[in-house]
């Protein structure tokens, strides 16, 4: 991840204070200070009746934290109904249902990984080797704390059974409803599992490891799983059970009340104030019981970037059960609900918490909290005095929404933008970044195709006739200054219009794709304008490094006029290359997708590789980092000859890594990178194992194809057309594993895999690709690669 999401709210929200409130005379356990205003709060109390009125809930206990104090605390309604009334007190003990995954379990299994004893992407069966059973043995005890396992939602309650050890041996067998890691699917049965993970390794049984680094350390003197019969009378009941037996004290959770009351999943009972305490101590940087790395980790993103849901590790963020963050509070808060009618919410931010405890489900399980939360959570951010440009914040986070992988950016689907690329904007200023104020300055220019300004002129023809400057010399990448070529033979030439020198700095030697010294050192300046391709393995990055290093050798500046990266710069995705496995197709340790401009590069590459050369930028005006290309008003020109669109830019950043193996990617036919095939595959069984897998944002549909040119060039393949479905969900270098990991599976005598390290650039997951692991699991392990690099490429991003 890039920057704590922390950090990019409290940007817009420094100074954020709470006006002086008093505390409702009735129920305040401090009293109110001497000039305190009219309580703004208030307002909730209307709120709460009507739900009560309306029959929603028979009653509530509310507590409102701010600036470390609390700040609204009372009690509503009634406890119990039925069989007889009793009014709700501040005191009321509520089984909170699955508020047990995040108070109880998520803690417990945090303060495991903090003490190093578990490790977040290590396979649950490494500590439960039971659970590897029908295909779970790659599951990770990520997946399991962000509800990604594929695992269905509850257990099998459809025949009798009993018991703990029974519930385990059940979930131990299920089979996977999804590919792990493929969908958000909400799982009781992922917290049961953590429950018994955390007792396999503590070795002890979960409510006793809980009561003892949970509850106790924190005062919490009101909470614990099976509550005696003394707290009987405190206690909210909840429904009638299936034999007609209110539930008061006993679990309402079915599957738990089956394992004995005690599960990872629910079970657990408290008050009100207990959970103010657990708040204030997450907002207070931990209290011993997790520090503030921890906290911060669990309550960030932690789902995959592409997912439609934002979840932390067991807490909620964005998600559609995030009912209680209401319509302002920010996606950089977080909570959780229960189904008997509770619920939690903490805004970091406005250091603000919310705890709603009900019963909605007594007395015959009709009522319903969901609305009430919402409401309540808007009313009580809509009381925090916010100036209006403080409000405005507010409501734009609201609707643009965040990750917490992709800070300070924004991603969108499309909009109608109108982008300026660098050579318009050179324009626009006279071309005064280039000129000097006593000569004729001499300059070259590395560009192709690609280099045109929004009148659709060449920049060789627009820098040529720019006066002040003498075009002394023109570079060319690989595919030649046109980007029609495709071979490594591509010979110095003469530009035919300018009559300028052209020097190709691509062919089949590593000399052939430096710049010449003994031209460059007779330049004061190169000018840089191509269009790029958003991967690491595009070549026209490393030609920039290059230029980069041999302006350093002579004193030559470099100027890159920036374009867009045409598959947005908000996506940072796949393994970051292994250190000395430089290449043409690896310039530096980026990952595959690494979501940044030309422009980004050159300051990246320069400072982060040593080179230190005289380097300036022009940027873009207008573009935006969620931009896709097509959202840039900008004309589409092929930056190599099979790039030929949007959607084939975006299929590149996956497909393209299985290229230098035996199969085709469709060069030689009209929609390269779409297709995916050779001789020997099975093209029914090929799309169905593919589709089964569940890739977000993608479909394949079996087909055959026969390319002009390239492997296999004259001969019929079989294999897979990829339908690009969602561009936002789509993870390109996951795309990539996958397809290896089928060919691998299902083809092990035909595929010829060896050649992919030279574009995958790490030894790790190509070997983990060839053990057979599952990819998904594979993905998981270069986060930590991806989290490290996003330090690195936050100090040179030009877009925020």
């Not at 999401?5 to 401090?30: C, M, N, Q, Y």
């Not at 007190?89 to 249902?97: E, I, N, P, R, S």
């Not at 949970?214 to 429904?239: C, D, E, N, Y």
């Not at 990055?541 to 890159?560: Q, S, W």
Request: with cysteine.
């Amino acid at each position: 991840m890039l920057i704590p999401f922390r950090v990019l709210i409290s940007r817009f929200l420094v100074g954020l204070l709470l006006a002086p409130v008093t505390i409702a005379a009735d129920t305040t356990p401090k009293p109110a200070p001497p000039a305190a205003a009219p309580n703004r709060l208030a307002v909730v109390d209307s709120i709460i009746r009507d739900a009560i009125a309306n029959n929603n809930i028979p009653g509530a206990v509310l507590v409102i934290g701010h600036n470390g104090k609390v700040v609204y605390r009372k009690a509503y309604g009634y406890r119990a109904l039925e069989p007889r009334r009793e009014p709700m007190t501040l005191d009321t003990v509520f089984d909170l249902a699955s508020l047990t995954k995040v108070i109880a379990t998520t803690t417990a299994v945090m303060q495991l990984v903090q003490a190093g004893k578990i490790r977040l992407n290590d396979p649950v069966a490494k500590y439960l080797p039971e659970f590897a059973q029908n295909g779970k043995q790659d599951i990770t005890i990520r997946q399991l704390l962000t509800h990604y396992s594929g695992l269905p939602p509850d257990l099998d309650l459809s025949a009798p059974w009993e018991g703990k050890d029974t519930g385990y041996k059940m979930a131990f067998a299920e089979t996977l409803q999804e590919a792990p890691g493929s969908a958000f699917v909400y799982s009781d049965i992922n917290f049961i599992m953590l429950g018994a993970l955390v007792e396999r390794v503590s070795g002890e049984p979960l409510e006793v490891y809980c009561q003892r680094n949970v509850f106790t350390p924190l005062h919490m003197m009101h909470t614990r799983f099976l509550p005696p019969a003394s707290w009987r009378a405190q206690i909210a009941p909840t429904q009638y059970d299936e034999n007609n037996h209110m539930l008061r004290g006993v679990v309402h959770d079915p599957t738990s009340r089956r394992m004995g009351g005690v599960a990872g999943h629910a079970g657990l009972f408290s008050t009100a104030d207990d959970l103010a305490k657990f708040a204030q101590a997450l907002l207070n940087g931990g209290e011993g019981i997790l520090s503030p790395l921890m906290i911060e980790k669990m309550t960030s993103p932690e789902t995959p970037p592409n997912a439609s849901v934002l979840r932390g590790f067991g807490w909620d963020i964005d998600s559609p059960f995030s009912s209680n963050r209401g319509d302002l509070f920010p996606i950089g808060s977080y909570g959780h609900t229960g189904f008997t009618g509770t619920s939690i919410w903490i805004d970091p931010t406005t250091d603000t918490y919310i705890i709603l405890l009900t019963n909605s489900v007594h007395p015959r399980g009709q009522g319903n909290a969901i609305g009430l939360r919402t409401k309540l959570a808007t009313a009580v951010a809509a009381a925090l005095p916010l100036t209006p440009s403080e409000k405005e914040a507010l409501r734009w986070k609201a609707i643009t929404g965040y990750n917490e992988a992709f800070s300070a950016e924004r991603r969108m689907s499309a909009r109608n933008g109108s982008v300026k690329t660098g050579i318009d904007v050179l324009e626009e200023h006279n071309f005064d970044t280039l000129t000097a104020p006593d000569h004729r300055r001499r300059i070259g220019i590395l560009t192709n195709q690609t280099g045109l300004d929004s009148q659709g002129r060449r920049t060789i023809d627009v820098l040529a006739k720019a006066p002040a400057l003498s075009l002394d010399a023109i570079f060319s990448p690989e595919h030649g200054v046109t980007g029609k070529l495709d071979t490594t033979s591509i010979n110095n030439t003469v530009d035919a219009a300018t009559g300028i020198p052209v020097y190709s700095v691509y062919g089949g030697s590593d000399a052939a794709r430096h710049p010449p010294l003994d031209v460059v050192k007779q330049l004061e300046a190169v000018v840089v304008d191509i269009q790029d391709a958003g991967v690491r393995y595009y070549t026209y990055e490393t030609t920039l490094g290059y230029f980069l290093e041999a302006a350093a050798k002579t004193g030559t500046e470099i100027i890159v006029l920036d374009r867009p990266d045409p598959v947005t710069g908000a996506f940072v995705q796949g393994p970051v290359a292994d250190g000395g496995r430089q290449s043409f197709t690896g310039y530096w340790t980026t990952p595959v997708r690494h979501g940044m401009t030309l422009g980004e590069l050159a300051k990246m590459f320069n400072a982060e590789r040593g080179i230190h050369a005289k380097l300036t930028v022009v940027p873009m005006d207008g573009w935006q980092r969620g931009d896709w290309f097509d959202s840039t008003g900008l004309e589409w020109v092929n930056p190599s000859p099979n790039l030929r669109s949007v959607t084939e830019a975006a299929l590149y950043t996956g497909v393209a890594l299985i290229e230098g193996t035996n199969i085709s990617v469709g060069r030689g036919t009209d929609t390269p990178f779409e297709l995916v095939g050779a001789p020997w595959i099975k093209a029914r069984d090929f799309a169905a194992y593919l589709n089964a897998r569940g890739l977000a944002g993608l479909r394949f549909v079996p087909t055959s194809f026969t390319p002009s040119s390239g492997i296999y060039s004259g001969e019929l393949c079989r294999g897979v057309n990829i339908v690009l479905i969602d561009r936002n969900a789509l993870d390109g270098p996951e795309l990539g594993i996958e397809l290896a990991s089928a060919l691998q599976k299902l083809y092990p005598n035909d595929y010829k895999i060896d050649h992919m390290i030279n574009i995958l650039a790490n030894q790790a997951a190509f070997n983990a690709i060839v053990a057979g692991e599952d990819p998904r699991r594979i993905e998981q392990d270069w986060e930590d690669g991806l989290a490290q690099f996003g330090k690195i490429r936050e100090r040179y991003l030009i877009y925020k």
